[in-house]
């Protein structure tokens, strides 16, 4: 399947929907709100945002300490991912576990790194939309699954309330041929075994 849509709901009343897309590399999502400013103050929230884990990596990064990265994983993961060292990598790295970043970065000096504002949350937010994507970088012959969450995030940025998920894999075959796949099945459990 190509494009999966979901209701988002919050106390029995529907507030929006989460659309999914495949691409040739990766994933693209939105969700499209009813009213994102009221939903919000209906749920005491700051911003709507995305957690994402790696649940299967046959090939798991390394932290910018030169630690392999245990399996699952927040993705991105806080502080940012060894192959972000690379100074031509454009790249996330707030500390903060929801996908899009929340906090203002600078350049990283030390990593010779830039940072790419379209990992900012608020480049990622046009009215009610809120957008996803994704387009890991894979080596030949190597796969990822991931789930992926839409959740409220409060003014000190921690997890206010979590919405529905969903999963999806993508794999590079030896010859670096790209398969997507989403799993046609929501996702209703918590992330929060990933956040303590």
């Not at 939105?30 to 884990?53: C, E, H, P, S, T």
């Not at 707030?94 to 830039?114: A, H």
Request: proline share 4%.
């Amino acid at each position: 399947m190509n494009t999966i849509s979901h209701q988002i709901y919050y106390k029995g009343d529907e507030i929006g929907n989460l659309v999914i897309c495949k691409k040739y590399n990766g994933i693209f999502a939105y969700f499209k709100a009813d009213n994102m400013r009221g939903i919000l103050n209906k749920i005491g929230g700051y911003a709507f945002n995305w957690f994402q884990v790696c649940t299967q990596d046959n090939n798991p990064p390394y932290d910018m300490n030169g630690h392999k990265i245990d399996v699952p994983y927040i993705d991105p993961y806080p502080g940012g991912f060894a192959l972000e060292k690379d100074k031509s990598y454009m790249y996330w790295n707030d500390r903060y576990p929801w996908y899009w970043d929340v906090s203002t970065i600078k350049t990283l000096k030390e990593f010779n790194g830039q940072y790419d504002i379209t990992c900012a949350l608020s480049h990622n937010l046009n009215g009610n939309l809120l957008y996803f994507e994704d387009n890991p970088y894979l080596k030949k012959d190597s796969s990822l699954h991931f789930t992926t969450w839409l959740v409220c995030i409060d003014s000190d940025y921690r997890l206010l309330h979590t919405f529905i998920g969903f999963s999806w894999s993508v794999k590079r075959d030896k010859e670096g041929m790209m398969t997507i796949d989403i799993d046609d099945n929501i996702n209703m459990s918590s992330p929060n075994e990933y956040l303590s």
